[in-house]
């Protein structure tokens, strides 16, 4: 059994901690830790602060037209994994979503499926039918609301998935056309924590830097941050929230400069940051 010696060990176990999803003998030594510990009790509030507000930002009976397209996706999704999962099984294993293993299959569907469930999230955003123009309003299937749109077309489908450069021209172009306040910048925040590839998070950063009057971007940067393995998005990361200077900046900068898995530059380019930020 691995022993655990540092803040930053434990700091990195925390998301997979707060969700349950720890083998037992890693849950107790987290559990043991924590309780003498301020920084990670607060870093672990935090986290399952962000949780709860996901979660009750889920409508709890999504519009049937809006949950029937999403368990199509889903199920496509699915279909698409399962020839490739079947001529190479694996053993099944706990991995964090900031692991090296982010550009897995399994990783593609999470977050196919986290950028459709953002679309349906949205859904809340926009006026239900109601009276005489519900009939209408439910055939009306060709027309999504742009967030909608924008999740699914970086989703893609079972026959055709979006390919890299085919999701960074789409976050790209429509970082160009929102504007601050738009349902559409979620989308772009569930693709920098999500997508598999590092470029297509790289561009789905720039694309909310230019959309920074907008409150969420700032604390998407500051949540984003801790869970970036890739060297490029999180000194881009490093770069914008030292542009916004937002002190809420500070802590995960802190951490990111201790962090003995980041590469030196990484570090040195945080610790930098810092100096311009305290």
């Known amino acids: 059994m691995h022993t655990f010696t540092s803040c930053d060990d434990y700091e990195a176990l925390l998301p997979a901690y707060a ?40 409508p709890e009976v999504p519009r049937t037209a809006m949950r029937t ?10 279909a ?25 299959q399994w990783l593609r569907v999470a977050a196919a499926v986290l950028l459709v469930a953002g679309g349906v999230l949205l859904g ?15 055939t009306a299937t060709d027309s999504p609301a742009p967030a909608q749109q924008l999740a699914a077309n970086l989703a893609g489908t079972a026959s055709q998935p979006a390919s890299a450069s085919d999701r960074i021209q789409l976050v790209t172009a429509s ?30 950063c720039e694309a909310l830097f230019h959309l920074r009057a907008d409150p969420r971007v700032a604390e998407a940067f500051v ?28 802590p995960p900068l802190q951490r990111l400069a201790r962090r003995k898995d980041a590469l030196p530059v990484v570090r040195d380019q945080a610790q930098a940051g810092l100096g311009k930020l305290i």
């Open 19 to 58: 969700d349950g999803s720890l083998p037992t003998a890693e849950t107790e030594q987290v559990a043991a830790h924590i309780t003498a510990c301020p920084t990670c009790q607060l870093h672990l509030r935090q986290l399952r602060t962000l949780s709860n507000e996901l979660d009750a930002a889920l």
């Open 69 to 78: 397209n999403f368990l199509a996706m889903l199920e496509e999704q699915k």
């Open 80 to 104: 698409l994994l399962t020839p490739a999962a079947a001529a190479a099984p694996t053993p099944a294993r706990v991995v964090p979503i900031w692991a090296a293993a982010v550009a897995s």
């Open 124 to 138: 809340r955003f926009l006026p239900g039918p109601s009276g005489q123009n519900a009939d209408l309003a439910a």
């Open 175 to 204: 970082g160009q056309n929102l504007a601050p306040g738009d349902p559409t910048v979620q989308v772009l925040i569930n693709t920098l924590n999500f997508d598999p590839n590092p470029n297509v998070r790289v561009a789905a």
């Open 223 to 250: 949540h984003s941050l801790p869970i970036q393995t890739d060297p490029n998005v999180q000194i881009t990361l490093i770069e914008y929230m030292v542009a916004l200077r937002d002190p809420r900046a500070v």
